[in-house]
């Protein structure tokens, strides 16, 4: 039975059968909403070719989203007590992205980040309180100052934010740009003297559930899409290449994320830093891919003013992206030999490749991305049968 208050103390980074509990899945899930509104608006902005700003605000929005799991998920690896306390704050937490999640739409169309701002507060402030909390209960001075440093770091970002309200327009993505380094250069700070006790396992589960969620948030996406398309349009023709395509390209991201053990690249915070703030980019890429297919689907049955080359790309350069940033944060370090290794960075180039093959794009790149599947089992499998063979 849940406390009402317990030391809020942090837990052993060596914990046994550490695993994600039922308050972060539903975290997770209250956060795909967001990413929901992200994607959709992103879609509404290229289909109607303003693709630059679309992605420029896109990424914005998407690092307020991330940001905030992030943070929420590291603090929670460390110092998880599911108190009656903490589940009410996580509960607030949840509620600040969903007040953001209901200002994207505005962010993107008027250019208004009010209702987006107030919403990245009160996760914000949550996650603050959570931090004075853990100071409070901490066992040491050098732990109580890291926590203290992150709540005022925290805070203080916060109030740099605000600048994004009143700058001029064309002002606001270098402000985002130096808010962004500044929220990024906040752990390194607080952790620079003793770190916290994340758990790698479960690190490495919770950024696992997550990316799972946003790859299944891209297959609705679709699937809706192409629904709509078939009910509306009775394009079904024109639409099962983009169908038979987007799927495979999301089976594909999915088998390539998993097919290595990522907790074995946590072995210190300088790696758990690098891995977690790559991650930014493989989510960002991962709900975008989702997006794509619904510009791919828009532009085929007449609804988006883009080219077919824009509409293709819209799907291969996040699939290229993402194939990009798996290889690079932690796929490479488990490949053996030139050839594992350029399986990824190659299947990249020829998946961009695809963009110029008309209607046909999504549908090639989806194969080459089940090819690079293949390819690698295949590549994998003969290499551990060389080691088998080897006499000992």
């Not at 929901?36 to 605000?57: D, F, P, R, T, Y």
């Not at 290449?241 to 994320?257: N, S, T």
């Not at 990522?262 to 690098?274: I, K, N, V, W």
């Not at 209607?359 to 080691?387: C, I, S």
Request: glycine share 6%.
């Amino acid at each position: 039975m849940t406390q009402p208050f317990l030391p809020l103390t942090a837990r052993s980074r060596e914990e046994a059968h550490r695993t994600a509990t039922p308050l972060e899945l539903f975290f997770d899930l209250c956060f795909v909403v967001a990413v929901a509104q992200a994607g959709a608006s992103l879609v509404h902005a290229v289909a109607e070719g303003h693709a630059g700003e679309g992605v420029v605000n896109y990424a914005m929005v998407f690092f307020a989203i991330w940001w905030a799991w992030m943070n929420f998920t590291w603090f929670a690896s460390a110092y998880d007590n599911d108190d009656v306390t903490y589940r009410v704050v996580t509960l607030v937490q949840i509620a600040g992205v969903l007040i953001l999640a209901a200002g994207v739409s505005r962010a993107f169309e008027d250019h208004d980040f009010l209702v987006v701002y107030l919403g990245y507060l009160v996760m914000r402030l949550a996650l603050a309180s959570q931090w004075l909390r853990a100071a409070h209960h901490a066992s040491s001075a050098q732990e109580r100052t890291m926590c203290r440093r992150y709540a005022g770091g925290v805070l203080t970002v916060q109030i740099g934010w605000l600048a994004l309200l009143f700058v001029p327009e064309g002002a606001r993505p270098w402000v985002f740009l130096a808010m962004a380094l500044a929220e990024l250069a906040v752990p390194v700070y607080a952790e620079k003297d003793a770190p916290s006790t994340w758990h790698p396992h479960h690190i490495a589960e919770r950024y696992g559930l997550f990316t799972i969620i946003v790859l299944g948030e891209s297959v609705a996406a679709a699937t809706v899409a192409v629904k709509s398309g078939v009910l509306e349009n009775d394009a079904l023709n024109e639409l099962l290449p983009i169908a038979a395509g987007g799927l495979l390209i999301v089976f594909a991201a999915w088998w390539i994320y998993f097919v290595v053990p990522a907790h074995d690249r946590l072995t210190d915070s300088r790696q758990g830093f690098l891995w977690g703030y790559g991650h930014y980019v493989i989510f960002a890429s991962a709900a975008a891919i989702g997006a794509g297919l619904e510009i791919a689907v828009e532009q085929a049955v007449g609804k988006a003013h883009i080219s077919t080359l824009a509409a293709a790309a819209s799907v291969t350069i996040p699939t290229a992206v993402f194939l990009l940033s798996v290889w690079l944060l932690h796929a490479r370090h488990f490949k053996v030999g030139l050839a594992q290794q350029a399986v990824l960075p190659g299947s990249a180039l020829v998946i961009l490749l695809c963009s110029f093959a008309g209607r046909w794009a999504v549908l090639a790149a989806g194969l080459v991305a089940a090819a690079t599947v293949a390819v690698g089992v295949t590549l994998t499998a003969r290499t551990r049968a060389t080691r088998t063979a080897r006499p000992s």
